[in-house]
């Protein structure tokens, strides 16, 4: 979700060119809940990480416009190993190895499949959760993002 100003919004997929290139979109809204919000939606592969393995990530800042500024970070992800391989590559992934092409596709196909239902109650399937050690590189990932 996009602040585009005011109190609009819009919902732009994690398959999409913005999310896939790790763009950053700052609302310019002089009002509203919008007024402050910088937002950054990624797909992402996190390094070194299994070829059906990559994450969907959120950050969102919102900055206050008194002196001294403040901001205030919320950030999520989840990382989700889909039922076939993305990402060509041998046994595990380096972050470079994966395309734009090949992240857009991972993330069409897993926001398709993995969830148990799309509603706010959603989870991610059992059989779609990262690995132990998928999850661990996943959280680095997360640490720096």
Not at 100 to 125: C, D, F, G, M
């Amino acid at each position: 979700m996009q602040c585009t100003g005011g109190r609009s919004f819009r919902c732009i997929p994690f398959s999409d060119d913005t999310a896939v290139q790790r763009t950053t979109h700052a609302s310019t809204s002089d009002e509203g809940v919008c007024k402050g919000i910088v937002t950054k939606g990624v797909t992402a592969k996190p390094h070194k990480t299994a070829d059906s393995v990559a994450v969907l990530a959120l950050k969102r800042i919102k900055c206050n416009t008194d002196k001294p500024k403040r901001c205030a970070v919320f950030k999520t992800f989840q990382c989700i190993k889909a039922d076939k391989a993305f990402f060509k590559c041998r046994d595990v992934c380096k972050t470079q190895d994966a395309k734009p092409e090949h992240l857009s596709a991972w993330a069409k196909y897993v926001s398709a499949r993995a969830w148990t239902n799309r509603t706010k109650q959603a989870e991610i399937k059992l059989a779609w959760r990262c690995s132990k050690q998928d999850q661990l590189k996943a959280d680095a990932w997360f640490l720096i993002f």
